[in-house]
């Protein structure tokens, strides 16, 4: 059973800050790895998605690097803004139509 | 253009009751799936589907009965609501196609109290 785990649960930073958030999941045999970002009350909203075949996807000051063989992802947000604060959840897809979620990261950015 | 919409936004139920959560999509997305969102438990999903008449479980079915009569809809319904089943419900399409690899669209969810 894939398992997916986001570290740290909870980051706290200054404004202007790069920062990178964690995600790791145990069976390397995945289609796609997909970043979401879910603010308080709301739905979630797709930030990149990387393919299997790829190693990273840029979308503005986001990088999302991929590396299966260490059941590894990681986002890289740089030079943060008070509107990145939410909640950044990743998830990996290993059948058509399957995906298993981690818990997500709470970012808070401190003007 | 509207996306994934759900409705209601809210809805408290006595145990025992029955209803359905509604989800519709105007993308023509042929992959339709619900999740429900617990704390501490993440997002996980309860049924999915790959196209109209097509339907499958997902890592939480029971006590939830899906259908897909179009391509657009695809309600949940919940048979004999019970306190455990208290929780945010989204709903969620993408293309298939070629495309295991299209970013999944999420609505903005139910939020259901089971009392």
């Known amino acids: 059973k894939q398992e997916v785990t986001q570290i740290p649960a909870a980051l706290s930073v200054p404004e202007g800050e790069n920062l990178v958030l964690n995600c790791s999941f145990t069976?390397?045999?995945?289609?796609?790895l997909q970043w979401f970002r879910q603010d308080p009350g709301k739905g979630l909203t797709s930030l990149l998605l990387i393919q299997s075949s790829q190693r990273e996807q840029t979308s503005g000051r986001l990088n999302a690097s991929l590396d299966k063989s260490s059941g590894r992802s990681t986002l890289y947000i740089a030079a943060s803004q008070p509107g990145d604060s939410a909640t950044y959840l990743c998830a990996v897809s290993t059948n058509a139509g399957k995906s298993t979620f981690g818990d997500g990261t709470t970012l808070t950015v401190k003007p | 253009n509207a996306g994934v919409t759900q409705t209601p936004k809210f809805q408290v139920l006595k145990t025992g009751q029955s209803m359905t959560l509604q989800c519709a999509q105007d993308m023509n997305h042929e992959y339709m799936s619900w999740y429900r969102q617990d704390p501490g438990m993440g997002l996980r999903l309860i049924h999915y589907?790959?196209?109209?008449?097509?339907?499958d479980q997902g890592e939480v079915p029971n006590g939830y009965n899906v259908s897909r009569s179009t391509t657009e809809d695809f309600p949940l319904r919940l048979l004999s609501a019970a306190p455990s089943q208290t929780s945010v419900y989204f709903c969620a399409s993408s293309y298939v196609g070629n495309a295991l690899n299209q970013p999944q669209h999420f609505g903005d969810g139910t939020r259901l109290s089971i009392l």
């Open positions: 069976d390397s045999a995945i289609y796609n």
């Open positions: 589907s790959v196209g109209a008449g097509i339907t």
